[in-house]
């Protein structure tokens, strides 16, 4: 199946959810990540945040905070379509103010320099268990994985969004780990 065809297909899987079955299934993976050893070792954590029908990040963001560690939350700059690093303190300081009202710190004042942060947690709609990630087509994420050194991805997804294959281009950045509700999948091989 051609990237569009994918998209198209998980973004209705993902809508077809029941909500008690999401929150199941996002408390699970939600778990499975802050136990893990990658996560327990960072300092500077870099997350999306999830939108309606995507895994709930919320919980994770005010969990890593109250752990002390630093949160940095992507901000698209519109102009130029690019993505920048923006640090925050507190889940209120997040405004509905992004691309499909994406929650987004309300300004750049806060941006910080990309190479501190220590783990990156991607968003995607299907991914494979060599790394490939499906992501929305707009290319934010891999061309800012690009600009870091080397630094962990990793993708949180339920386990319907695991494929046998993504389709991938020579620009497209793989993830290093997959924790679903059902396991986690080291994909580094």
């Not at 895994?55 to 700059?77: A, G, Q, R, S, Y």
């Not at 499906?134 to 050194?149: A, E, H, R, S, V």
């Amino acid at each position: 199946m051609e990237k569009n065809t994918l998209r198209k297909v998980y973004k209705e899987k993902r809508e077809k959810l029941d909500s008690i079955h999401k929150k199941r299934m996002d408390s699970e993976i939600e778990n499975k990540f802050l136990n893990t050893n990658i996560y327990k070792n960072s300092k500077v954590v870099f997350i999306y945040v999830g939108m309606e029908n995507e895994i709930n990040t919320k919980n994770i963001i005010e969990k890593v905070l109250n752990d002390n560690k630093e949160v940095i939350v992507p901000k698209v700059e519109i102009k130029n379509k690019i993505m920048k690093a923006i640090k925050i303190n507190s889940i209120d300081e997040l405004k509905p103010c992004g691309y499909y009202g994406i929650l987004e710190p309300l300004d750049f004042s806060k941006e910080i320099d990309i190479n501190k942060i220590d783990l990156v947690i991607v968003p995607g709609l299907a991914f494979d268990k060599y790394g490939g990630r499906l992501g929305y087509g707009g290319g934010y994420y891999d061309k800012f994985l690009q600009k870091i050194n080397y630094i962990y991805k990793l993708a949180l997804a339920y386990d319907f969004q695991i494929i046998d294959f993504v389709p991938m281009e020579k620009h497209d950045i793989k993830v290093d780990l997959l924790i679903t509700n059902k396991e986690i999948i080291n994909t580094i091989k």
